[in-house]
């Protein structure tokens, strides 16, 4: 059974990015534009990874990995911030609010593959 992948990120080339490295390893990817957007989703979804974007409108990643953190429905599901901030604050706050990793925009597929990979097999 193949393994699902949340992308949140206010750009859709961005999220088109994701999925065209991943769909091909075999992950299915659903795709929201923002935290509010991928907190709807999380919980319409058996989701197994997230993959979010820190700065996006209505509700920034940081407020929604919090949000995740706080709902024990959603235990367990690993959270990587992706972003272009590479800033040790930025990457402690993340980190604090309950992200597992953190890569830094731009990307490579490689890159995307490995710590999905390494995260859900």
Do not use: H
């Not at 911030?81 to 990457?91: V, Y």
């Not at 604090?96 to 990979?117: M, T, Y």
């Amino acid at each position: 059974m193949s393994k699902t992948v949340l992308t949140v990120d206010d750009s859709a080339s961005i999220r088109s990015a994701i999925a065209f490295a991943l769909q091909p390893k075999g992950y299915k990817v659903i795709q929201a534009e923002d935290g509010r957007a991928g907190l709807a989703a999380l919980k319409a979804n058996a989701v197994d990874m997230v993959i979010t974007d820190l700065n996006m409108p209505n509700m920034n990643g940081i407020e929604m990995i919090r949000a995740v953190r706080s709902d024990r429905t959603l235990d367990g599901v690993p959270i990587v911030l992706l972003t272009t901030e590479s800033q040790k604050e930025k990457m402690l706050e993340g980190k604090q609010a309950g992200a597992a990793g953190w890569i830094v925009k731009p990307f490579d597929e490689q890159k995307i593959c490995a710590v999905v990979s390494k995260m859900i097999g």
